[in-house]
C-alpha cells in the first residue's frame, strides 16, 4: 500500500505541474497513472475532468465528473460542472437534474445564496419545470429574498393554472401571501383565480443580485430587522434613558432633581415627534449635569434630523468617547457625511466604525494589526483619484452593517478569518468589503474552508477560483488556494502564489501585509535569500528595524547554509550598519560582533578578526562566555599565547566569582580539547582537577602535560610537574623522585652543574 501511495503522489504531483504549465496531454496522463493506482479517488476524477475540458474534450469530462457525482454524492461541484457541460451540448433535461442536485446540497449545507443560483440556471433552462420552481421559492425565503419568492409563487400559481391544477394554484398564491400579505400582484392574483381566470403571469423568474428595488410595503418588515450600528444604538440610547428615569423614580433619587424631568419631558417630546421642543429639553439636561453618552447621543441624532448637523457633529463626537458608543456615533457621522457629499470625511467614520465592531470579535493579541489593515486601507484611498473606489467601499460597507443578523456576521467572518491569523497572515473584514462582490468573496472563503475541512481540495480550489472571476484582487483567496496547494504538498505552487500576493501588497503600499505574506512565503522556502531581502526591505519601509536586524540574522544563516560565506559576511556588516537606529544598538552589536567574527575566523581572516573582537570588548555590554572563548582562541591562533593566557586567567576568575565553576570547566576543557599542545592550558586543567580533588583527572592530565614539557625540552617545568604528581600517588614516590633524580642530572648535566634534588 506504501508503494501504491508513492507512485499516486508521484504522478498527482506530476499532474497538478503539468496543468500548472498548460500541458493538457501530460496532465491527463498523468491523472490517468495517479487512478490506475486509487481509482476511487474523487478529487483526482475532478482534476482530470478539468483536463480534459481545458483539452477540448468534454465529453470526456462529463464522464469523469458524473464519476466524481458517484464517489462523492455530498459534493456540489461535480453535479454544476456536469449541469454546464450538458447545458453546453443541449440537453437541457440532464442539465437540470444536475443542477437541482446540486442545489439541494447547497441548500443542506445552508448555502442559500448557491442554490438559489444554481436553481436559478435550472429555471432558466426548463422554464416549465415545476419542481426547479418551487424549490427556487423555497430558496428564495430562506435566503431572505422576500420578493423574488413572492415572484415565484406567482409563477408557480400561473404554471399550475395552465395545467387545470387549480387546487396547487391557490396554493401557491396562499403562499404569497402568507410571505407578504399586502402584495398587490398576489392579491391581484387570487382575485383572477376566483373568477375562473388565470392568475396574471408574473413573467419568467430572473437571475437578480439582490432585491435593491423591492416596493416599500415589502421592505417595511426588513428594514425593522435590519437596524444598522447608528439605529440600534439609538433605540439603546433611548432605552437607557427610559431605564434612568424609571430607576430614579422608583429609588427616589438622581443625580439631579431638576435634570431628570427635563429628561422626560424631552422623550415625551420625541416620542410625539415635536423634535424642535424635545431638542430644547435636552439641551437644558446637560446644561443641568446630565452629561451622560445617551444624550449626547439622541441629541446628536434629533439634531441631524432636524438639519442642523454642525450642531449634531460635536454631540457625536462626545458620545464616542464611551467605548459603548463609540461604533455607533462613528457610523451616524459616516452617513452624515455622507449625505453631504462629503466622501472623506465619511469613508474615515465608516471605516473607524466598522473596525471597533470587528476589534470587540478578535482576540486581542490581533487587535494591533488589523488596526494597521485599517490605516493602510484609509492611506489607500485617500485622494481625489481614489474617490470612486471609496465610494464603493463606502456602500460596501453600509450595506453589510445594514444587512439582518450584521453582529453575528461580523462575528462568523472573524471566526473565518482567523484561520489565516493562525499562520501568521492577520487580515481584516474590509479588505473584502473594499472588493466589487464583497458577498462572493466572504462565501468563497466560507465554503473553500468547509472543503478543506472535508479535504474535498479539488472543490475547494474551485470554489475559490469561481469567486476569483468576480473579485481577482481579493488577496485572501489567491493565500487560500496557496494553503490548499501546501495541503496537497504542492509546494511550488504554494510559494508562487504567497509572492504574488506579497508583491501586490507591495505595490498597493500595505506593506504590513506584505511583510506578512512573505513569512508565510518562507515557510515554504526558508533559504530563499532574494525573498528574505524583499521582507527586510518591508520592514525598514515601516520603521520595525529590530524585526529586520532579526531577518538579517536569519538571512546571513541561510548564505551560511548554502555555503556563500562572503554573502553571509556581507549580510552581518549590512544589519550592524542598521544597529544606531535599533532600539538597543549595544545589545544587537553584542549579538551580531561575535557572529561576524566567528566567519572572519572561519574564512583565515583573523587579523580582521581580531579588530571585531576589539569593537566587542568596547561595548559596554557584559561579554558572554562563548565570545571570551572566541577571543581566546583566536589570540592562539594569531600565537599570542601570553595574551590568551591572560585573558583566560580573567574568565576562569570572573566565572569563579559568579558562582559559574561547571561553566569554567566546560571552558577549560574545550579549549585544552582544541589546543592540547599549549602546555600552560593543560597545567590550569590539571591544577582545576587538583582543586576540585578529582585526583585521577588530575593524574591523567599531568602525565600528558610531562610529556609535553619533556618533548618540548621544558626541563624545569617538567620537574615541577612530576612533583606534582608525587604529591597526588605518595605510594608511587621512589618511581618519582627516580624520575625527579634523572630530570635533575640532565638538568644539572646540560648547566654544567650538579644539583641534588628533593622529591
Known sequence: MAGKRKVFEQALREGHNFAWDGRWKEAIAAYQRALQEFPDNADVHIYLAQAYLSSGEP??????????????????????????????????????????AAADIFAAMKNWSRAVETLEQAVKLAPEDLTAHERLAGAYLQAGRTQDAVRTYLVLAHL????????????????????????AAARQALEALGQGAAPPAAGPVRPTVEASTAPQEEKAGEEAESANPAEAL?????????????????????????????LAQAMDHQSRGALEQAVSLFEQALGQGLDWPAVHFNLAVLLQQLGRWEQAVPHFQRAMADPDYAAGAHFALGQGYQARGQTQPALTHFLEALKLLELRAAAEEMHAQLAGCYEALQAQYAGERSAEGA??????????????????????????????????????????????????????????EEYMRRRWFASAEEECYRALARVPGYLPLHLRLAEISALQGRTDAALQKCVMVAQTYRLRRQNAQAVQVYRLALQFAPLDTALRKQLIEELLVLGQVDQALEEYIQLADAHYHLAAIDECITAYQEALKLTPRSSERTAWEARLL????????????????????????????PQNLE??????????KLEEIDAGLRELDDLLERLHKEGADEQAERALRSLVDAWPAIAPLQERMADWYIAQGRTEEAIQVL??????????????????????????????????????DYLLSARSAQAGTDEPGQA
Not at 598 to 608: A, C, G, M
Open 160 to 183: 399550475f393554472q395552465r395545467r387545470n391544477e387549480r387546487e396547487r394554484a391557490l396554493e401557491c398564491i396562499q403562499q404569497a401571501l402568507n410571505i407578504n400579505p399586502r402584495s
Open 234 to 262: 439609538r433605540r439603546r440610547a433611548l432605552e437607557t434613558l427610559a431605564e434612568a428615569i424609571f430607576e430614579s423614580v422608583e429609588e427616589g433619587a438622581g443625580p439631579s432633581t431638576r435634570a431628570l424631568p427635563l
Open 391 to 448: 465610494l464603493v467601499l463606502i456602500s460596501s460597507i453600509v450595506d453589510f452593517l445594514g444587512s439582518p443578523g450584521w453582529e453575528q456576521k461580523v462575528r462568523e467572518v472573524r471566526r473565518r478569518l482567523d484561520r489565516f491569523a493562525a499562520q501568521g497572515f492577520v487580515t481584516s473584514l474590509v479588505e473584502a468589503l473594499a472588493t466589487p462582490d464583497a458577498q462572493s468573496a466572504l462565501e468563497a472563503l466560507a465554503f473553500s
Open 594 to 621: 561575535p557572529r561576524l567574527a566567528d566567519l572572519y575566523v572561519q574564512s583565515f581572516d583573523w587579523t580582521r578578526a581580531r579588530e571585531i573582537y576589539r569593537r566587542l570588548s568596547a561595548l559596554p555590554a
Open 59 to 100: 465529453a470526456s469530462a462529463l464522464a469523469a465528473y458524473q464519476r466524481a457525482c458517484e464517489l462523492r454524492p455530498d459534493d456540489p461541484l461535480p453535479h454544476l460542472r456536469a449541469g454546464a457541460i450538458l447545458a453546453d451540448t443541449g440537453d437541457s433535461a440532464g442539465a437540470v437534474r444536475h443542477y437541482l
Open 703 to 740: 602525565n600528558t602535560l610531562g610529556e609535553l614539557q619533556l618533548d618540548a625540552g621544558m626541563t624545569d617545568d617538567a620537574v615541577r610537574t612530576v612533583r606534582k604528581l608525587a604529591a597526588l600517588e605518595p605510594d608511587k614516590a621512589g618511581d618519582y623522585q627516580r624520575l625527579l
Open 627 to 636: 565570545t571570551s572563548l572566541g577571543r581566546i582562541d583566536l589570540a592562539f
